[in-house]
């Protein structure tokens, strides 16, 4: 605290993410970063892009990227959205689109950076509770509201909403922004992108950092109406008029053109999740079904921020939340087959 920091900054209450050590031989297994190096076409794109063209700006408007994406989901380049991170599409999508009289909606158990933006940019929020096993109810979301949010599948919970019922939702709110956070789509769901010709109300957002490997390049994007679209372009070149640098926008083309490695490390991870899950229902742990690339468990008899203590000391880092209603679950990210073998093997020490 300084006395030159405005009363605006005073409040804010920033997020804080999962730690990066700068210790190597840790076990990573608590950012859902992927296990798996991003497409080797991605880095070779980037490679050759390493060059003097570097002393000029990038293309404000990243066409190649957007017309990679559009044409992998088979929708319009101006249905498609992008950003340095899907962090900075979620940002812009606040400032711009869910900033409303009426409360925002979004699970009381979700993806904490939403209220460090409702804090940014003075949104008011309702949380809305998750059923008993953890499962978001489409009904809970048919009362008045200024817009909707919620990551499928979920995080931290790895639970997956089936597209009839993020329909539901859609249909209950015609008149508002439902935003559907889709970071962990590609391990295990169906995405809501095949359903925005048909809902102008439809935003889904998804990044690059997670099922293809490039959390390091900081690429995200959403896809929804051209309207709505056109609200975030307002905001974002009001903004930075060059949130992707020039590795960004050839090696996110190159990563959505590779469709053949991106089936295949989402297959693996997919793969090793149920062998995760299994060894740890083996040791007596509940998880939580998961569609992600992360599972979400507690241990009847162990102490979950203990548990986490004591993993992190055999070289094993997970996430702990300290909320309460999870407050006993750990998030633990699916690594490779030797990081998982690790995880279990420092279970079984404890
Ligand atoms: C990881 C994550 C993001 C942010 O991803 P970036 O593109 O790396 O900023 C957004 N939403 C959820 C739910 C996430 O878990």
């Known amino acids: ?13 920033p997020y804080v993410p999962g730690e990066q050590p700068k ?12 296990p798996y190096g991003p497409s080797p076409k991605a880095l070779a794109a980037m490679q050759t892009e390493l060059n003097d063209n570097l002393r000029l700006y990038p293309d404000p408007n990243s066409d190649l990227l957007k017309s990679a994406v559009a044409r992998y989901y ?12 899907s962090d900075e599409v979620l940002a812009h999508i606040f400032h711009g689109l869910l900033q409303h009289d009426q409360p925002l909606l979004f699970p009381d158990i979700s993806y904490s950076f939403y209220p460090v ?6 949104i008011q929020f309702d949380a809305v509770p998750l059923d008993e096993q953890f499962r978001i109810d489409p009904a809970d979301y048919a009362k008045p509201n200024g817009g909707i949010i919620f990551p499928n599948p979920n995080a931290p919970t790895g639970c997956l909403l089936a597209l009839e019922a993020v329909e539901q939702i859609l249909k209950a709110n015609p008149d508002s922004v439902v935003v559907v956070d889709e970071a962990y789509i590609d391990f295990g769901g169906e995405t809501a992108i095949g359903l925005v010709d048909r809902y102008p109300n439809l935003l889904v957002t998804q990044t690059l950092s997670k099922s293809r490997s490039l959390a390091g390049l900081r690429v995200g994007l959403a896809v929804g109406h051209p309207d709505l679209i056109e609200a975030l372009e307002r905001i974002k070149n009001s903004f930075n008029s060059y949130p992707l ?20 490390t989402c ?22 079904p998961s569609a992600a690339n992360f599972i979400f468990a507690r241990h009847p008899g162990h102490d979950a921020a203990v548990l986490a203590a004591k993993l992190r000391e055999q070289g094993v880092i997970v996430r702990h939340f300290k909320q309460e209603r999870i407050a006993q679950f750990l998030r633990i990210s699916i690594g490779t087959p ?4 690790a995880l279990i093997d420092a279970l079984g020490e404890l």
């Open 338 to 341: 030797e990081q998982n073998q």
């Open 23 to 34: 210790l190597t031989r840790l076990v990573k297994l608590n950012t859902n970063e992927n």
């Open 1 to 13: 605290m300084s006395k030159f920091w405005s009363p605006f900054v005073k409040n804010l209450v």
């Open 267 to 288: 297959r693996l991870v997919i793969e090793h999740r149920e062998w995760v899950v299994a060894q740890l229902q083996a040791k007596g742990f509940e998880v939580l």
């Open 245 to 264: 640098d020039r590795l960004a926008n050839v090696g996110g083309a190159a990563a959505f053109d590779d469709r053949e490695y991106f089936d295949k």
């Open 117 to 122: 933006y409702c804090g940014l940019y003075g």
């Open 74 to 85: 088979g929708v319009q380049a101006n249905q498609v959205f992008l950003g340095n991170g």
